[in-house]
């Protein structure tokens, strides 16, 4: 795809259960250690585009926030997204539920949206949206799929939580020999080099499984054998540390350099807007300092995510902004870039960054929420101060002078608690209530790892 082109390429790559501070662009402490920084490429990206500090997923957990990237609408509206996550046995269908634990056909989606409008859509890694016969990516938009159905997977025997093999190549199960992470890397890099003659835009969906556990570098295929024999499969909570994490962060992120210099390869370099992010916040091994909470909270270590931007026709380098930003944003920031409209009976309830790309001062006030099954937990940011309300009781945070979230303001700002819970309940009323059946899928617990005291 020439360079020229008036409508840019998208590369929209998203790691799986990466912390806010992993990356050495967000302060990561592996900067420090003598390997220096677990993402050169992609501090190289932040350096040569632009760094969100306020960027959120629209979940704590993993295929809600799927839910929010495919739709650009809060996850709630679909019962798909209320399971955190979908889990493997979801492949055998309930019979009292039916086939509604995924990303229904019929509902336009990004891919979906640009396919329409001309543009060459392919998603080469994690779906994690529901399972054949009844969804699946080909379903929803997009023209090429290579990766695994479910969530996490084992980097070597390719099996899901279940022993299930869960490896795709459109609507065929395959066999590869190799690293997940690197099969992921090279599928893309291939995908960019055959476009390299076509007359027409692409968008490119990178869904990496990695950091996710199991906690396996290139060099654990030993581990990968020991936890298929004995069954513990992929939780993997009898493994792990933070340099086999930081490792896998590495191959990631080697991957990625590969994918951006093979765009700079075929000339589709200056037009091709890149976006990196998590799906939501750090897991056990993750780095999110100075943030409080992890996968699964609403704290902010578990929704504050990176977010970088890299589109040299557009965005200058070295560039960093404040504005508020959530997963489902990327949904009409893409779209207008494409000049194509959204479907009118699906509005969107993300809102188009295009304009903060091109000036990252020009931010724009709004609120952003969230609600999750797990522990009842609703969360409401709007400016510097966030509401919290879990099944321990209620919370008022003003970020920006506690991003750690440890002075509770609430018995000192009890107008402003009050506002904010009576906005929250405004902005429930127009979502569905949790669903019959919901169900919450964990793999630590206080059995199994020891928890500190709050």
Known sequence: MPATAARPNFLF?????????????????SRHSPQGSCSPALDRMAAEGLRFTDGYSNSPVCSPTRFALATGRYQYRL?????????????????????????????????????????ATALVGKWHLGFAPHFGPLKS????????????????????????????????????????????????????????????????SLNYTAPHWPWETRADESEAKHLAATKEHIGHVSGGSVETYLTMIRHMDEGIGRVLAQLK????????????????GGERYSDVWPLTGKKMDVLEGGIRVPYLVRWPSRVRAGGETRQLAITMDWVPTMLEAAGVSPHRDYPLDGASLLRVLGDPAATFERELFWRTHHRNQRALRAGRWKYVCTEDGEFLYDLERDARERANRAKREPER??????????????????PQGAKVSLITNKANMAAPTP
Request: charged share 25%.
């Open 417 to 434: 608690l009050a506002s904010m819970r009576a906005r929250y309940a405004e902005w429930e009323k127009t979502m569905p209530g949790v």
């Open 265 to 280: 390869a075929i000339g589709a370099d200056e037009n091709t807007l890149v976006v990196f992010t998590s799906d939501n």
């Open 79 to 119: 019962r798909g997204g209320w399971d955190e996550p979908i889990a493997s046995g979801a492949r055998v269908v309930d019979p009292g539920l039916g086939p509604v634990l995924g990303l229904p056909p019929e509902h336009p989606t990004l891919p979906s949206l640009l396919r329409d409008a001309g543009y």
């Open 141 to 204: 938009g997009y023209q090429e799929f290579f990766g695994p159905m479910s969530g996490g997977m084992d980097y070597f025997t390719h099996c899901d939580s279940s022993g299930v093999h869960d490896l795709w190549e459109n609507d065929a199960e395959v066999h590869r020999d190799g690293y997940l992470t690197d099969l992921i890397s090279e599928r893309a890099v291939e995908y960019v080099e055959r476009q390299r003659a076509k007359q027409r835009p692409f968008l490119l």
């Open 13 to 29: 790559i998203m790691a799986d259960d990466l912390g806010y501070a992993d990356l050495g662009c967000y302060g990561g402490r």
